[in-house]
């Protein structure tokens, strides 16, 4: 991969983020553009961590204060949202707090944001079902129709062992690896692709069945869920090292790279190998992360490697938001839930975010992603 192209795309990047940051004073964009501009929202969903991971990374990158000056204003309302209890009753807690509070804390050292993170980690622990052994994604706890767990929070386990080693509480620790056991037990199917949610029985905890949200159905493999699996097994083997992860973090990307089509950016769901479709750029943003921090773990060769500088040249040439263009977002033709209608071939927050975390791991080999 062409360093000096990477380093040109993190800077139209940062370019279009800083033109467009007055819209978002004091809010957050939301987690999907409409019509290709992010409307003005506040810090409600689970992708507001991104946009403050956003504000951290262009602060690494140039050093220039407006960055860190907005990532740390954006600190007191991610306090506040806790407080208030806004959206925080789910698993999310890495996405949102991990990237913006344990973020700030890694890179600053502030007191507030480390506090706040770790009050997000007690959060996201106490979501914990002893029946059963995971961690509890939406809805009221224990309440049957949401007795599942969904593959996507395999990145927030790393809030966990974050808080266990500032803390020295392994029970932060103890947690997430047993989540990560029944996760890898169960939406991982036998050919290596993957389930979006699975369900257990309430009373006994027993594994029942699995389940999509936003995949085209329970049985296909919704391509976003697949690199959640990737990036996800990548970072819990970093804090593991539990020996039985590499052969399935392999198998888990092999299909994943087997099912791309030509250009190398997923369609939304892995049914679709070709024609109209709208595509999932954000997958493949995920899926470049994932074998990169795989690589960094051993857990890779060159040729896998190949193939993630192949991806992210793509999303470059092809997929990137360029300076001159009306929109305010950075990774064109993500999809958030096609048959929810939601977001459908538009800018979203993690695939912009994905997209400069790519970047910046290439800018920079050696830099410490916030996971
Ligand atoms: N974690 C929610 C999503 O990927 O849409």
């Keep these: 991969m062409d360093a000096d192209k990477a380093r040109r795309a993190l800077d139209g990047a940062m370019t279009i983020t800083e033109t467009h940051l007055g819209d978002f004073t004091g809010g957050f964009p939301p987690p999907a553009s409409k019509n290709g501009i992010y409307p003005k929202g506040e810090n409600t969903e689970w992708t507001a961590g991104f946009y403050t991971g956003l504000m951290w990374m262009f602060w690494e990158h140039s050093m220039r204060p407006i960055f860190r000056e907005t990532a740390e204003r954006h600190l007191v309302s991610f306090r506040d949202r806790l407080d208030r209890r806004v959206g925080v009753d789910n698993h999310d807690m890495g996405f949102v707090f991990g990237l913006s509070c344990a973020a700030a804390y890694k890179l600053t050292g502030s007191v507030f944001a480390k506090e706040t993170a770790l009050l997000a980690a007690d959060n996201l622990k106490s979501r914990f079902h002893e029946k059963g052994q995971f961690l509890q994604a939406w809805g009221k706890m224990g309440d049957p129709s949401e ?32 989540h990560l056991e029944t996760a890898r037990n169960t939406v991982i199917r036998e050919d290596f692709s993957t389930h979006h949610t699975f369900y257990f029985d309430p009373e006994t905890g027993a594994p029942l069945r699995g389940a999509t949200k936003q995949g085209y159905s329970d049985t296909s493999t919704w391509s976003r869920g697949q690199a959640w699996g990737i990036c996800g097994l990548a970072l819990n083997y970093k804090y593991t090292k539990d020996p039985s992860i590499p052969p399935q973090w392999a198998g888990v990307t092999e299909y994943f790279l087997r099912h791309l089509p030509g250009d190398l950016a997923a369609y939304w769901d892995f049914h679709f190998r070709e024609g109209d479709e709208p595509r999932d750029s954000s997958a493949s943003a995920i899926t470049v992360c994932g074998i990169l921090e795989g690589y960094r773990q051993g857990l890779c060769g060159k040729e896998t490697i190949e193939m993630a500088y192949k991806i992210l040249e793509s999303l470059i040439d092809s997929y990137a938001a360029r300076a001159e263009e ?39 080999p050696d830099w410490a992603a916030y996971w």
């Design 147 to 178: 007795y599942r767990l969904i593959i996507d929070c395999l990145l927030n386990l790393p809030l966990l062992y974050w808080a266990a080693e500032v803390t020295g509480d392994n029970s932060y620790r103890v947690t997430a690896e047993r």
């Design 326 to 364: 009306a929109g305010n977002g950075l990774l064109k033709h993500s999809t958030y839930g096609r048959l929810l209608g939601a977001g459908i071939d538009e800018f979203t927050l993690w695939g912009d975010y994905f997209y400069t975390e790519a970047l910046m791991r290439i800018v920079y």
